[in-house]
């Protein structure tokens, strides 16, 4: 039954003709190096309107890093490692390669190079006048309308600094907008955490900061995700607690009835004017909704698709609930009842009992998978004895290119061919964006590693045989 809502839904909202088609998003491609790394690996956060989105991404042992992660529009992002942060602002289909000499030097080239070297100049400036401002001890230095004048008197002058400095070192027209909105909507997030904080003591008149700044109608909000995603949730807090279905509504999730409650507040939605504003919090309810799912959720989707008309939105949306209802799929006994892959990964439970898989993503065009192949060979000779299988899953090709590279590879072990609609499932249900990616299944037919290491690591080795003597 689950299963045949999900498919329902997804068409519904999606009008998709392949019921479990992929969402065809286009890669940022993030490489780079970081001299004397001490980590392993590093975090990419991509701040997309629905939710922020996290990718570990492993550190090579002469700190190099390489990845591609699926991205819906052009915004920021976050690169974290040994405690640092570094922002990049990009599109969808950027390449952009990374050189980290130290926590004061970094080189950017590729896509938006300019942009990404100036914003880290701006946004340590910009880091340097916000902690001046001493914003967290508002609440005992100022009363509401004083507040107000602080932040408003904070943007003017800020602004001002930042414009010319921004001149001083010629910052793109993008990185210059992007501070500017940064400035914006990060000092109306301590505007309304001071009223949530003095909710008995603020006057009439205290939101009306609202409506004095283009807030709502924005567009260069859009590439400012992290602070316009927060900004959209406040607003939308801020209005539905005035409406009079407020307390019904927080009482229904308290309840645990959330299908009664995404109705009431959708309802609410709906009748707003349509903004980006008034998308991002109906996808959020709506994605929410499927914690707790039951038959009824489709009728959701029937009713309030017409909602939404941002394209990179409604397609974040389906990829988020498509990773939340595929989420479980851990084991390959629970693979192995999955349509259209159940086959695949039963055939590779039954012919490998008892054993540990080593299971490799490649594809005939990929040249880092070729490379890879003569490590996987040494490797597997040496792990004869061990009770070790590999597993070889290579992307849509015809059978005889297929064929022909399994055998000038010497691909020794279990060699499966997926097709276009099994490929598009796996990708989903592992996240995979991009290849060679590898795998690693205990005896117990658990995948304990979904991005293990590559055959030419030198760590590898001893890990799977750690984990065949378990």
């Given at each position: 039954?689950?299963?045949?809502?999900?498919?329902?839904?997804?068409?519904?909202?999606?009008?998709?003709?392949?019921?479990m088609d992929s969402v065809k998003n286009d890669k940022l491609v993030i490489a780079g190096k970081i001299e004397n790394n001490q980590s392993q690996s590093l975090q990419i956060i991509s701040n997309e309107f629905l939710k922020s989105n996290s990718y570990n991404v492993k550190i090579n042992n002469d700190g190099t890093f390489q990845t591609s992660i699926p991205i819906f529009h052009y915004h920021d992002l976050n690169l974290i490692f040994d405690n640092q942060f570094l922002l990049l602002l990009n599109k969808p289909a950027d390449s952009v390669y990374i050189h980290i000499l130290n926590s004061d030097s970094v080189v950017f080239s590729g896509d938006n190079s300019k942009t990404n070297s100036?914003?880290?100049?701006?946004?340590?400036?910009?880091?340097?006048?916000?902690?001046?401002?001493?914003?967290?001890?508002?609440?005992?230095?100022?009363?509401?309308?004083?507040?107000?004048?602080?932040?408003?008197?904070?943007?003017?002058?800020?602004?001002?600094?930042?414009?010319?400095?921004?001149?001083?070192?010629?910052?793109?027209?993008?990185?210059?907008?992007?501070?500017?909105?940064?400035?914006?909507?990060?000092?109306?997030?301590?505007?309304?955490?001071?009223?949530?904080?003095?909710?008995?003591?603020?006057?009439?008149?205290?939101?009306?900061?609202?409506?004095?700044?283009?807030?709502?109608?924005?567009?260069?909000?859009?590439?400012?995700?992290?602070?316009?995603?927060?900004?959209?949730?406040?607003?939308?807090?801020?209005?539905?607690?005035?409406?009079?279905?407020?307390?019904?509504?927080?009482?229904?999730?308290?309840?645990?009835?959330?299908?009664?409650?995404?109705?009431?507040?959708?309802?609410?939605?709906?009748?707003?004017?349509?903004?980006?504003?008034?998308?991002?919090?109906?996808?959020?309810?709506?994605?929410?909704?499927?914690?707790?799912?039951?038959?009824?959720?489709?009728?959701?989707?029937?009713?309030?698709?017409?909602?939404?008309?941002?394209?990179?939105?409604?397609?974040?949306?389906?990829?988020?609930?498509?990773?939340?209802?595929?989420?479980?799929?851990?084991?390959?006994?629970?693979?192995?009842?999955?349509?259209?892959?159940?086959?695949?990964?039963?055939?590779?439970?039954?012919?490998?009992?008892?054993?540990?898989?080593?299971?490799?993503?490649?594809?005939?065009?990929?040249?880092?998978?070729?490379?890879?192949?003569?490590?996987?060979?040494?490797?597997?000779?040496?792990?004869?004895?061990?009770?070790?299988?590999?597993?070889?899953?290579?992307?849509?090709?015809?059978?005889?290119?297929?064929?022909?590279?399994?055998?000038?590879?010497?691909?020794?072990?279990?060699?499966?061919?997926?097709?276009?609609?099994?490929?598009?499932?796996?990708?989903?249900?592992?996240?995979?964006?991009?290849?060679?990616?590898?795998?690693?299944?205990?005896?117990?037919?658990?995948?304990?590693?979904?991005?293990?290491?590559?055959?030419?690591?030198?760590?590898?080795?001893?890990?799977?045989?750690?984990?065949?003597?378990?």
């Amino acid at each position: 039954m689950k299963k045949t809502i999900v498919i329902l839904m997804l068409a519904l909202l999606f009008s998709c003709t392949n019921k479990m088609d992929s969402v065809k998003n286009d890669k940022l491609v993030i490489a780079g190096k970081i001299e004397n790394n001490q980590s392993q690996s590093l975090q990419i956060i991509s701040n997309e309107f629905l939710k922020s989105n996290s990718y570990n991404v492993k550190i090579n042992n002469d700190g190099t890093f390489q990845t591609s992660i699926p991205i819906f529009h052009y915004h920021d992002l976050n690169l974290i490692f040994d405690n640092q942060f570094l922002l990049l602002l990009n599109k969808p289909a950027d390449s952009v390669y990374i050189h980290i000499l130290n926590s004061d030097s970094v080189v950017f080239s590729g896509d938006n190079s300019k942009t990404n070297s100036d914003l880290l100049l701006l946004n340590k400036k910009y880091a340097t006048l916000y902690q001046g401002a001493q914003f967290w001890q508002k609440d005992e230095r100022f009363k509401p309308f004083e507040f107000l004048q602080f932040v408003d008197d904070f943007n003017s002058s800020s602004d001002s600094l930042l414009v010319h400095y921004a001149n001083q070192i010629n910052a793109s027209p993008d990185a210059i907008k992007w501070i500017q909105t940064k400035l914006k909507y990060k000092t109306s997030d301590e505007l309304f955490e001071y009223g949530r904080h003095n909710m008995k003591d603020i006057p009439d008149g205290y939101y009306a900061f609202l409506d004095e700044y283009r807030f709502v109608e924005n567009d260069d909000a859009k590439f400012c995700s992290e602070y316009f995603s927060d900004f959209a949730n406040n607003y939308f807090s801020y209005q539905l607690s005035s409406n009079d279905n407020y307390q019904n509504i927080m009482g229904l999730f308290q309840q645990g009835k959330s299908i009664e409650a995404a109705c009431i507040y959708l309802d609410f939605i709906s009748n707003k004017k349509n903004n980006l504003i008034t998308e991002i919090n109906a996808a959020l309810m709506l994605f929410l909704s499927i914690e707790n799912y039951t038959a009824q959720t489709d009728s959701l989707f029937q009713k309030y698709n017409s909602i939404f008309t941002e394209e990179p939105l409604k397609k974040q949306l389906k990829l988020s609930i498509e990773e939340k209802l595929l989420a479980n799929f851990k084991t390959l006994e629970e693979l192995s009842k999955k349509e259209e892959i159940g086959e695949i990964f039963k055939k590779i439970s039954l012919e490998n009992k008892n054993k540990v898989l080593y299971l490799d993503f490649w594809g005939t065009w990929c040249g880092a998978c070729i490379n890879e192949f003569p490590n996987s060979t040494k490797l597997h000779d040496e792990l004869k004895d061990n009770n070790i299988e590999f597993v070889y899953l290579c992307e849509p090709t015809d059978s005889a290119t297929w064929i022909n590279a399994v055998q000038k590879y010497n691909l020794s072990g279990t060699n499966i061919l997926l097709n276009k609609q099994q490929k598009i499932i796996i990708q989903s249900i592992f996240n995979i964006v991009g290849i060679p990616r590898y795998m690693i299944v205990n005896k117990n037919g658990e995948i304990i590693d979904e991005n293990a290491d590559r055959p030419s690591s030198s760590r590898i080795k001893n890990e799977l045989i750690k984990i065949s003597e378990q």
